[in-house]
T-cell receptor, first 112, second 114 residues
Framework: DQQVKQNSPSLSVQEGRISILNCDYT??????FLWYKKYPAEGPTFLIS?????DKNEDGRFTVFLNKSAKHLSLHIVPSQPGDSAVYFC???????????FGAGTTVTVRA | SQTIHQWPATLVQPVGSPLSLECTVE??????LYWYRQAAGRGLQLLFY??????ISSEVPQNLSASRPQDRQFILSSKKLLLSDSGFYLC?????????????FGPGTRLTVL
């Protein structure tokens, strides 16, 4: 059963515009959320995270928003750049659990 | 910081052949170690995780197995590969006690079973 869902398999955005990636989760025990970025034939790299005690975390061009009541989080990339073209995975973990549950990923393509 | 090595980078194996993928970690001690598989068009599926030498937990039933003979070595094996074992295999680690659970990934192994 997929506890973390990324319902949009792909997203195309023009360079300079905002990219918005969405992620939904079902497990109410999740209290930490992460976004990973993955290029083809490479391992994912950590991008940004947020704890459930916050509703927003910002790091440069990347901002993650968390809506606990809706069990929904989103990643905003602004402005989008060609190097942002990659697969983005949403992940979540429950308190005191080592394991991460990953979504299926969203492929972002930034058009020049 | 942690560095994760995986080899081989790519592998083509016939159905029914054995498999051994190796992962080693540098830059940390007593890490939690993970094996993931990314099948074509799908997300990251956790296969095994280990919190210490000789301690392996399996997340999904399959014909794969894992072993951790040393603190920073994690091996993924199979006695007989199936076509469905094809995919991109990723080793990951995190540091015990970290609250943020950030995992670091290796470069991956692309396995094609023919």
């Amino acid at each position: 059963d997929q506890q973390v869902k990324q319902n949009s398999p792909s997203l195309s955005v023009q360079e300079g515009r905002i990219s918005i990636l969405n992620c939904d989760y079902t497990n109410s025990m999740f209290d930490y959320f992460l976004w990973y970025k993955k290029y083809p034939a490479e391992g994912p790299t950590f991008l940004i995270s947020i704890s459930s005690i916050k509703d927003k975390n910002e790091d440069g061009r990347f901002t993650v928003f968390l809506n606990k009541s809706a069990k929904h989080l989103s990643l905003h990339i602004v402005p989008s750049q060609p190097g942002d073209s990659a697969v983005y995975f949403c992940a979540a973990s429950a308190f005191d659990d080592y394991k991460l549950s990953f979504g299926a990923g969203t492929t972002v393509t930034v058009r020049a | 910081s942690q560095t994760i090595h995986q080899w081989p980078a790519t592998l083509v194996q016939p159905v029914g052949s054995p498999l051994s993928l190796e992962c080693t970690v540098e830059g940390t001690s007593n890490p939690n170690l993970y094996w993931y598989r990314q099948a074509a068009g799908r997300g990251l599926q956790l296969l095994f995780y280990s919190v210490g030498i000789g301690q392996i937990s399996s997340e999904v039933p399959q014909n794969l197995s894992a072993s951790r003979p040393q603190d920073r070595q994690f091996i993924l094996s199979s006695k007989k590969l199936l076509l469905s074992d094809s995919g991109f295999y990723l080793c990951a680690c995190d540091t015990s006690g970290r609250k943020d659970n950030e995992q670091f990934f290796g470069p991956g192994t692309r396995l094609t079973v023919l």
